[in-house]
């Protein structure tokens, strides 16, 4: 809506009869069935069909072809990663767990730890304070101590 100055107006009034009756015709819509789906949506929606087939014997690679014939184009291997098989041939390996440091073991009982530096930290510490042969460094530590924090 533009006026004759080319600007459109700041405020629309609508009355309020008006608004009750899109709103009550907006709530009386029926539920509008997705048309287009995402593949994964569509394995989804057929996964348990899948599943049966899986388990009438046709393999990942046919239960594709078959759905490729009918429109849905799908990889053998992108409908395994969507659809995998229950009761799998092979069992999953099994993940060993992660060992944790005995710092952690401690922490973990309520025991006090005491931070031990690292190797290096002490091969520095030991070269700083090391006496030297030279007379002007004899009695005195070097001032250049650097510590590594572990």
Same mark, same amino acid.
């Given at each position: 809506?533009? @006026?004759?100055?080319?600007? $459109?107006?700041?405020?629309?009034?609508?009355?309020?009869?008006?608004?009750?009756?899109?709103?009550?015709? *907006?709530?009386?819509?029926?539920?509008?069935? %997705?048309? %287009?789906?995402?593949?994964?949506?569509?394995?989804?929606?057929?996964? +348990?069909?899948?599943?049966?087939?899986?388990?009438?014997?046709? #393999?990942?690679?046919?239960?594709?072809?078959?759905?490729? +014939? $009918?429109?849905?184009?799908?990889?053998?291997?992108?409908?395994?990663?969507?659809?995998?098989?229950? +009761?799998?041939?092979?069992?999953?390996?099994?993940?060993?767990?992660? #060992?944790? =440091?005995?710092? *952690?073991?401690?922490?973990?009982?309520?025991?006090?730890?005491?931070?031990?530096?690292?190797?290096?930290?002490?091969?520095? *510490?030991?070269?700083?304070?090391? =006496?030297? $042969? #030279?007379?002007?460094? @004899?009695?005195?530590?070097?001032?250049? *101590?650097?510590?590594? @924090?572990?």
């Amino acid at each position: 809506m533009m @006026s004759a100055t080319g600007k $459109r107006p700041k405020t629309s009034i609508v009355s309020q009869k008006l608004v009750e009756q899109a709103g009550a015709f *907006l709530a009386e819509l029926p539920e509008k069935p %997705k048309e %287009k789906l995402s593949l994964r949506e569509a394995i989804t929606q057929i996964q +348990d069909q899948i599943k049966a087939a899986l388990a009438k014997g046709y #393999s990942y690679e046919d239960i594709a072809k078959i759905l490729g +014939d $009918r429109g849905i184009d799908i990889s053998a291997s992108t409908l395994k990663t969507m659809c995998p098989q229950a +009761d799998a041939k092979r069992p999953k390996s099994a993940r060993r767990p992660k #060992s944790t =440091p005995r710092s *952690l073991e401690a922490r973990r009982k309520g025991e006090a730890v005491a931070r031990q530096p690292c190797a290096h930290a002490m091969r520095l *510490l030991a070269d700083c304070f090391a =006496p030297t $042969r #030279s007379a002007a460094h @004899s009695a005195r530590p070097r001032r250049d *101590l650097r510590l590594i @924090s572990t």
